[in-house]
Structures are given as structure tokens and as C-alpha cells.
């Protein structure tokens, strides 16, 4: 084995070690963060909706709603978050372990916008307890993710690739 020129420096001390995953993916922390602070909200829908406080419940569920397109439209990089996990969570913990493909929490969001969206809809046209079904159906996906790791729009975005109905462009290919 040679020893390196005098003035250059060896491989390993100019190279970070490798992460697992996409080079430019996400902290997996992070959609769990979001995930949490989401069921939290989803949650207080439920009850201001069994409560009988139905313009507040539809209020919050509006909010939920847009935090979701924001996510699915701009993307989970973008997501308010996400920023607050970057800001104020990462710097006090650990490096991550492995990065995660921004692509299945991104789908997601948009599978929790289509939720949301339909129970509002459907309270504007004044379908008793939509709004409290549809934040239920997004709390289950959320607690799910928050909690366990376990992504219900991930899987339903992965079941899509492989079934060929959805196309992973190269950037986000594991």
C-alpha cells in the first residue's frame, strides 16, 4: 500500500462517513415530528366536533387541510414542520442514522389533503359528522406514524410504484 503524497490528505479524512439512502433525502425524524404535532391537531377536531363546536372543529380541520397541501404541493422539505424540526429539534439530537426518500411522505401529505378536503366538503354540504370522520381517518394515519414509524401514505405510495401506476423520477430512486 503507498502512502500518500506529502500536502495531500488520505480518502477517509477528506470524506464524511456514508448515510444510508438518498443523498438528498430527509431526516426520518422529521415527518415523524410533523406526524405528532398533526395528531395532536387532528385530535382536537375530533373532540370540538363531538363537542358540538362544529365551526371551530371545521376551523382547525381547515388549518390541518392547508398544512397538508403545503406539504403534497411544495413538498415535505418546505413544510413549516419540517423547518421547525431543522431549527429547533435536529440540533439537539444525534446525526440521523439514515436519510429517507422525500417522495412517499410527500404522496403522504397529498393523501392527507384528499381526507381532509373531502370532510370539509362534505360539511359544507352538511353531512352530519364529516368533518369528525375525515380528522379520525387522518388521526389513525398520523398516530400510526407519529408513534409507531409506520407511514399509511409511504405504503399506499410504494404499493402505486410497484403496481406502475406511479413513476419514481431518478432524483428519488433508493
Do not use: K
Amino acid at each position: 500500500m503507498s502512502q500518500p503524497e506529502a500536502g495531500s490528505a488520505t480518502p477517509a479524512a477528506t470524506t464524511a462517513p456514508a448515510i444510508p439512502g438518498p443523498a438528498d433525502g430527509i431526516d426520518p425524524r422529521s415527518p415523524r415530528f410533523g406526524a405528532g404535532i398533526t395528531a395532536v391537531l387532528l385530535l382536537l377536531t375530533i373532540f370540538l366536533g363531538l363537542a358540538g363546536l362544529d365551526i371551530a372543529a371545521f376551523v382547525v380541520l381547515l388549518v390541518v387541510s392547508l398544512l397538508f397541501a403545503w406539504g403534497a404541493f411544495a413538498g415535505i422539505q418546505l413544510h413549516p414542520y419540517g423547518l421547525i424540526f431543522r431549527a429547533l429539534v435536529r440540533p439537539r439530537l444525534a446525526p440521523p442514522t439514515e436519510r429517507e426518500d422525500p417522495a412517499p411522505p410527500t404522496f403522504a401529505q397529498g393523501v392527507g389533503f384528499v381526507i381532509t378536503l373531502l370532510g370539509l366538503v362534505l360539511a359544507l354540504f352538511g353531512v352530519p359528522y364529516a368533518v369528525v370522520i375525515a380528522a379520525g381517518l387522518a388521526f389513525v394515519a398520523a398516530f400510526l406514524n407519529s408513534v409507531f414509524g409506520y407511514c399509511l401514505g409511504c405504503q399506499i405510495y410504494l404499493l402505486l410504484v410497484r403496481a406502475g401506476v406511479i413513476r419514481r423520477t431518478a432524483a428519488n430512486r433508493v
